[in-house]
């Protein structure tokens, strides 16, 4: 069977499943931002890999030994999130929020750009680079500011407390906890849905990646829509290889015509 046959066969096929089902929620990763122009990271020619290594400099322990090469290392990263807006995938979840099928989204991105979507339930299980934490007061900053003057001037921010500390982004760097509600909420909306829509992530990053196999256990489909073979292709009901901002417009404008 042709390459396009056998796509157009899983399209149609996802396409059957999405309409029966009532409960559909996305687990997204940094696949899905990748045509908003932001690299994931093991995508094999992302521009993240090249001069280090995110799992050493985005690590907590990483951080703590030298945040500067952290800062370093996000400030790029920082930038292009400022700037990206949502792309055709991530309007198509909104949409099939709009016409009811999706309940929410659990996110493994950082960049908001579900949220600037439109979409109103959105788990972000790794943080978010708009928000930035004092490590030594635990004073709470909305960093949007923050993070155009660090964009442009490449200076670290700090508090206005005593001690003059780093403000930490929000986000959840390697070796840090999942934040505790979020989980339990992630964890609710994968045992509560019959459909579970994977996009654009390697599934290589626990424990985010264990929800998958919470959700499949508690009896939903899997479909994978992701431009590289996961270790989860097995286990889904559909695997959809190829560009989510192609490939989810058009099961949702199919769903949306069937509807
Ligand atoms: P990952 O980099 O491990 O995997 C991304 C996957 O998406 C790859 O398998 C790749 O083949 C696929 N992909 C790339 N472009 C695609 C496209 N257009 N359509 C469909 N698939 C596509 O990403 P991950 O699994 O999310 O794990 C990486 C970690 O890095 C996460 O914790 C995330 O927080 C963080 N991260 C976030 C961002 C962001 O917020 N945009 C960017 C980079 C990394």
């Not at 996000?74 to 292009?80: E, N, Y």
């Not at 708009?130 to 993070?147: D, M, N, P, R, V």
């Amino acid at each position: 069977m042709s390459v396009l046959i056998e796509e157009a066969e899983s399209i149609n096929h996802a396409v059957r499943l999405i309409k029966a089902a009532s409960h559909v929620v996305a687990f997204t990763g940094a696949g899905i931002s990748t045509p908003s122009g932001i690299p994931d990271f093991r995508s094999p020619d992302s521009g993240m890999w090249k001069q280090v290594d995110p799992f050493r400099v985005a690590s907590i322990a990483g951080f703590r030994r030298d945040p500067s090469a952290f800062f370093r290392w996000v400030r790029p990263l920082a930038k292009l999130s400022l700037l990206a807006k949502p792309n055709e995938a991530h309007d198509a979840l909104f949409k099939l929020e709009q016409i009811g099928k999706l309940k929410s989204i659990i996110t493994q991105n950082i960049d908001t750009l579900h949220t600037k979507a439109g979409n109103r339930v959105v788990h972000e299980l790794h943080g978010q680079i708009h928000e930035a934490t004092c490590i030594s007061c635990y004073k709470h900053f909305s960093a949007e500011k923050l993070i155009e003057t660090f964009v442009e001037t490449g200076e670290i921010p700090r508090c206005d407390c005593e001690r003059k500390s780093i403000l930490k982004p929000n986000v959840i760097l390697f070796g840090e906890q999942l934040p505790f509600k979020t989980l339990q909420a992630a964890k609710k909306a994968v045992r509560a849905c019959d459909i579970l829509l994977v996009i654009g992530s390697s599934l290589e990053v626990a424990p985010a990646s264990d929800l998958p196999l919470l959700a499949r256990r508690n009896g939903a489909r899997i479909i994978i829509v992701n431009e590289s073979a996961t270790d989860y292709d097995r286990m889904a009901d559909i695997v959809l290889k190829g560009d989510a901002a192609k490939l989810l417009p058009t099961i949702v404008q199919q769903v949306e015509n069937a509807i």
